[in-house]
């Protein structure tokens, strides 16, 4: 049964292997390419997935006294599985904000410009505040003599 697992291994390596390099690539395409390999990848995880559970699945079919080393194999997998699933959604979460920038046509002028006229917003709210405190002072003055 430890061939089985050892055969999982080797496809768990490749496959890792494979997966590494194409996420490094991720943020360096664009466009149709972009989005495929971004679609390879979640289908290569998947892939990686079901290898995983099925190296768990032999580990527990061993004669207790081989699970140890075994376990603690699987264990490492199953770290590294996570290390590669974060760094796929941290060049998803790259690739999806250069999309929405592309889309959105974002650039430095554009956000200089919101900047001037949020500021601007501003500059009228603090005055038409300062008129509002102003003018509730006099009523408050105007009510205090009436009485």
């Given amino acids: 049964m430890s061939s089985d697992f050892e055969a999982y291994e080797q496809d768990f390596g490749t496959l890792t292997a494979e997966i590494t390099n194409k996420i490094g690539r991720i943020p360096k395409l664009g466009g149709e390419e972009k989005t495929q390999l971004v679609l390879n990848v979640d289908k290569q995880l998947e892939e990686v997935r079901e290898l995983m559970e099925q190296m768990d699945l032999e580990v527990r079919e061993l004669p207790i006294q081989s699970r140890g080393m075994y376990q603690s194999r699987l264990k490492s997998y199953k770290g590294e599985m996570d290390k590669l699933e974060k760094d796929f959604k941290r060049s998803r979460i790259a690739y999806s904000d250069e999309v929405r ?41 105007t009510g205090a003599h009436q009485r």
Avoid: M, P
Wanted: aromatic share 2%.
């Fill in 101 to 141: 920038n592309e889309l959105l046509g974002e650039d430095a002028g554009s956000s200089e410009s919101q900047r001037a006229h949020l500021l601007d917003n501003t500059e009228k709210l603090e005055r038409s505040s300062r008129r509002l405190d102003a003018g509730y002072q006099i009523a408050v003055e």
